[in-house]
């Protein structure tokens, strides 16, 4: 049985419905310091987030919530004998750096993020119990004057306490032993990839030589971050708005050749001017034929007057990430050819997002997916009349190599320990991806299509009831809107002359 049926199936409070062990009237820390700490606090960061939030818009609450519902999925997991003691280790993500003394923009590890909203490395969570590993201590770089005048400032034992609301803070070097006392207890812990290569050697690898019984924790974790809570998809629906405005005015931005640097540099500022932190990951800024390389990130190119551009890109919001793909005219006019292309993508997406309901799986999707796109080829001439049904399947594979889409939430392609056969749930975000790649060379398709290459994405988020919630809707998708919004031109620019 999977791991997200088992949870419903005993009865796991969900976020949204809040029911637990634990006492919601335990009192919110309000002594957050009165000084720059380690990440963004009330107190430094008023115009972002509000006293009780470890970070923007996530109350302490909610992630001892999610800490609780850890432990309740670990004591499901387990067998019931009294006396048995359970310890979780998550550790966070180190500093890495892209040469000598040059760090790379720091990311957490999201594991880690989801059960304690800290954003500083060399961090960790133990939390253990007997039966039930619902006690949490948590580990943080202790305050230290010669490093902080280089990294900047921490937040140190008593400013992790009051964000977070924990009692139990600790220095990261005290985990080893605090490790030491918990020995015999059955560890939670992701041993095969540590994710934070010298603490796992310092303070973890001792307590595993002793023989202790291991179990992963991934999927656990990602069982749990699956399903998205109000607060979350708050957060998700504030990255879509905001990478829905970049691409309005990048499309706005384009104008008859334009080089695929321009629109990639106006869509990461566009971002960030709205709000973002920093782009998910790196956008596909794809001109002409380079549409038809999937993961073309190279953006350097000259698009021609009459190529059509495929954008793939989104934004991180505090921890929650959005990732969208617009294909549009840079002159602001598709061509009879590609109006069709993009037509018949656009009809197979929109018939995708419909079957975006609880119990239906991305897989079933893929699969109808797979085969409108046949019938969408056969339409187009790609595929001859007297082809048959597994033929037009075939074709649909081929000129769409990739899945209809992937789980979302705090990373782009979220919770991979999650099969894509199981049935979605409210909460859970996806992708509805579905694309047509010609190549240029392709000999076999009707000349107007060779070198185009269409993808439309949309996020969303399954409800309970009726359509799903489009986290991207503000995006212009229909012919119209993307002609109108590319006819908006907020930045009047020269046309590059082409070729240079
Ligand atoms: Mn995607």
Not at 31 to 52: A, N
Not at 177 to 206: F, M, N
Not at 218 to 238: C, D, I, N, T
Not at 366 to 376: A, K
Request: aromatic share 6%; glycine share 8%.
């Amino acid at each position: 049985m999977s791991l997200l049926s088992s949870l419903v199936r005993r009865g796991v409070p969900s976020l949204s419905r809040g029911a637990t062990r634990w006492c919601p009237c335990r009192k919110v820390s309000l002594k957050v310091p009165s000084r720059y700490l380690g990440q963004p606090s009330p107190y430094t960061h008023p115009h972002l987030m509000k006293y009780g939030e470890v970070t923007p818009g996530l109350t302490q609450t909610e992630f001892e919530l999610r800490r609780q519902r850890l432990a309740s999925l670990i004591e499901s997991q387990v067998d019931r004998r009294p006396g048995t003691s359970h310890v979780v280790i998550v550790l966070s993500h180190p500093v890495r750096y892209m040469t000598n003394d040059i760090p790379y923009p720091f990311h957490q590890n999201q594991d880690f993020l989801y059960l304690t909203g800290i954003l500083e490395p060399d961090s960790a969570l133990v939390l253990s119990g007997t039966g039930r590993p619902d006690s949490a201590a948590l580990f943080v770089p202790r305050r230290d004057p010669a490093r902080e005048l280089w990294d900047g400032p921490r937040s140190g034992r008593d400013g992790a306490a009051a964000l977070t609301g924990l009692d139990r803070v600790h220095s990261t070097e005290e985990l080893g032993l605090v490790l030491k006392s918990l020995k015999g207890s059955t560890v939670w812990y992701d041993s095969t990839q540590p994710c934070h290569p010298r603490l796992h050697q310092t303070h973890i690898q001792p307590l595993l030589e002793g023989g202790a019984s291991v179990k992963p924790l991934r999927p656990l974790a990602h069982a749990l971050r699956a399903v998205k809570s109000p607060a979350e998809v708050a957060l998700m629906q504030k990255a879509g708005s905001i990478t829905a405005q970049a691409f309005m005015k990048t499309m706005g931005a384009s104008g008859g050749a334009v080089d695929e640097a321009l629109l990639f540099a106006k869509f990461d500022f566009e971002c960030r001017a709205h709000g973002a932190n920093f782009l998910a990951y790196p956008p596909v800024v794809a001109g002409g034929d380079r549409a038809n390389t999937l993961h073309y990130i190279n953006n350097n190119q000259i698009i021609k007057d009459g190529e059509m551009v495929l954008l793939d890109g989104g934004c991180e919001y505090f921890g929650y990430v959005s990732d969208i793909t617009r294909t549009w005219p840079v002159n602001g006019r598709f061509s009879p050819a590609q109006a069709e292309l993009y037509e018949a993508v656009l009809e197979v997406q929109m018939a995708c997002l419909s079957l975006c309901s609880p119990g239906v799986s991305l897989d079933h999707i893929y699969s109808t997916m797979l085969e409108l796109l046949g019938r969408q080829l056969r339409r187009l001439g790609i595929v001859g009349g007297s082809a048959g049904d597994a033929d037009a399947l075939k074709a649909a594979r081929r000129f769409c190599p990739h899945h209809v889409g992937h789980y979302l939430g705090m990373d782009v392609h979220d919770t991979p320990e999650l099969s894509r056969c199981q049935p979605l749930q409210p909460g859970m975000a996806i992708t509805i991806e579905p694309g047509l790649y010609v190549g240029r060379d392709d000999a076999s398709c009707p000349e107007r299509f060779r070198g185009l290459g269409v993808r439309i994405e949309d996020d969303v988020v399954i409800r309970e009831e009726g359509d799903p919630l489009v986290l991207s809707a503000e995006t212009p998708k229909a012919i119209a809107d993307v002609e109108r919004t590319c006819a908006q031109r907020d930045h009047r620019r020269k046309p590059l002359p082409v070729g240079v």
